[in-house]
């Protein structure tokens, strides 16, 4: 006796819980092709945002950048050809001037300021600095192109 009940209880529940319905073949088509869609989006955006990269960087190297202001004390050592002196300057001025003397280079033009080397801090820099005043260092570097 309690094997039927049992039975009863099993067959209570199967016809309580709600039955899964088979996919249609038009929701299958639907994800398949949102997944295609999908996956077309990405590799459209991925092929837009390599493009705009590479236009960017194109123009950035193609206009001028010009020399830096050699006012802010920092630990990266220039020499600025225009002015004929060593410089510590800060690290953005020393990227500019880097920037600088790669469009000078690369459109043959005499260089405008010089990039020679980053320190531990400002006094090892000036101490460079002062060694290269005193023992007069050569500036060929700026007259080549």
């Not at 092709?33 to 193609?62: H, M």
């Not at 050809?81 to 043959?108: E, L, P, S, V």
Request: net charge neutral; proline share 4%; glycine share 4%.
């Amino acid at each position: 006796m309690a094997f039927k009940l049992h039975d009863s209880i099993s067959n209570a529940k199967s016809e309580t819980q709600p039955q899964v319905a088979d996919k249609s073949p038009s929701k299958s088509y639907f994800y398949k092709t949102l997944k295609v869609v999908a996956i077309f989006a990405i590799f459209l955006w991925g092929a837009v945002e390599f493009i705009y990269t590479e236009e960017t960087a194109e123009t950035s190297e193609e206009s001028y950048v010009p020399p830096p202001s050699y006012e802010v004390w920092g630990r990266g050592l220039v020499y600025n050809c225009k002015g004929k002196h060593w410089a510590c300057i800060d690290k953005d001025d020393y990227f500019i001037c880097r920037q600088n003397m790669k469009w000078n280079t690369g459109h043959g033009r005499p260089q405008e300021c010089y990039t020679v080397n980053v320190y531990a801090s400002d006094a090892d820099c000036i101490s460079v600095q002062l060694h290269n005043i005193n023992f007069r260092e050569k500036t060929d570097f700026c007259k080549k192109q």
